[in-house]
């Protein structure tokens, strides 16, 4: 098993910038591909951006792409979430998600993965 704890949402401008992260435990953060996932009040949980074990892949919703940029560290049991230019409509939990078996073609789907965090909220005012 792995446990995800997320931090670093908050209030922000449009325009501004956040950088989330996710802190994992248990067994080997390596083996687990990685993904952001956002959920807003009345709307269903959906699929922000996804990152291959070794970190050499990574996959956007076409709403954050050129915005947003995921990363991980390895060594560090950590993955990040960049979030530049902001916009009202980015305001959600963000929720990261770890599976070890993932293949690329499923990363967006979000019923796919067995591990989830408690979430972090994020605010973009206009």
């Known amino acids: 098993q792995v446990q995800l704890v997320e931090s670093g949402g908050g209030l922000v401008q449009a325009g501004g910038s956040l950088r989330l992260s996710c802190a994992a435990s248990g067994r080997t953060f390596s083996s687990y591909v990685m993904g952001w996932f956002r959920q807003a009040p009345g709307k269903e949980r959906e699929f922000v951006a996804a990152?291959?074990?070794?970190?050499?892949?990574?996959y956007y919703a076409d709403s954050v792409k050129g915005r947003f940029t995921i990363s991980r560290d390895n060594a560090k049991n950590t993955m990040f979430l960049q979030m530049n230019n902001l916009k009202p409509e980015d305001t959600a939990v963000y929720y990261c998600?770890?599976?070890?078996?993932?293949?690329?073609?499923?990363?967006?789907?979000?019923?796919?993965?067995?591990?989830w965090g408690q979430g972090t909220q994020v605010t973009v005012s206009s």
């Open positions: 998600a770890a599976d070890p078996t993932l293949a690329a073609a499923t990363m967006r789907f979000h019923t796919r993965y067995d591990y």
């Open positions: 990152i291959t074990r070794a970190g050499g892949g990574s």
